[in-house]
């Protein structure tokens, strides 16, 4: 088996994932204009797919609620710092800097909608 995709049920898919593909770096490579408003966002691999879509079917999570270490949208940065500024800028909000050890750092941040987001400056990068 091969990892397909990961799924958020959010209040505005759309605006949601324009912000990904803004801030990010994201690419919609498949998109529902009318409800469930689904966007498939790939990263610039094109190799991990995150689901963004808005069903009332099932509640809307408290995302900003959620402790980080619940789950997070963890991304690769080569300078934390200056991504975590400028996700900032775009209406992210810290939660965490956590320089690590072995020299890596990892900033916890939270979305405009609360959803966890990690930015990986890590001295040996993963696979």
Not at 24 to 48: E, Q, S
Not at 49 to 78: G, K
Request: glycine share 4%; charged share 20%; with cysteine.
């Amino acid at each position: 088996m091969k990892f397909e995709h990961f799924a958020l049920n959010v209040p505005d898919a759309p605006a949601h994932a324009a912000w990904y593909v803004q801030h990010a770096g994201f690419t919609i490579v498949r998109a529902k204009p009318d409800a469930p408003f689904t966007h498939f966002l790939a990263d610039d691999t094109g190799r991990t797919i995150l689901e963004l879509y808005s069903n009332p079917a099932a509640p809307f999570p408290d995302y900003a609620r959620a402790h980080p270490l619940v789950f997070h949208v963890a991304l690769v940065a080569t300078d934390a710092r200056a991504e975590r500024a400028r996700l900032e800028r775009a209406g992210a909000t810290l939660f965490l800097e956590d320089p690590q050890p072995d020299g890596s750092l990892l900033i916890m941040l939270r979305d405009p909608w609360g959803v966890p987001l990690q930015l990986c400056q890590r001295t040996t990068l993963m696979p």
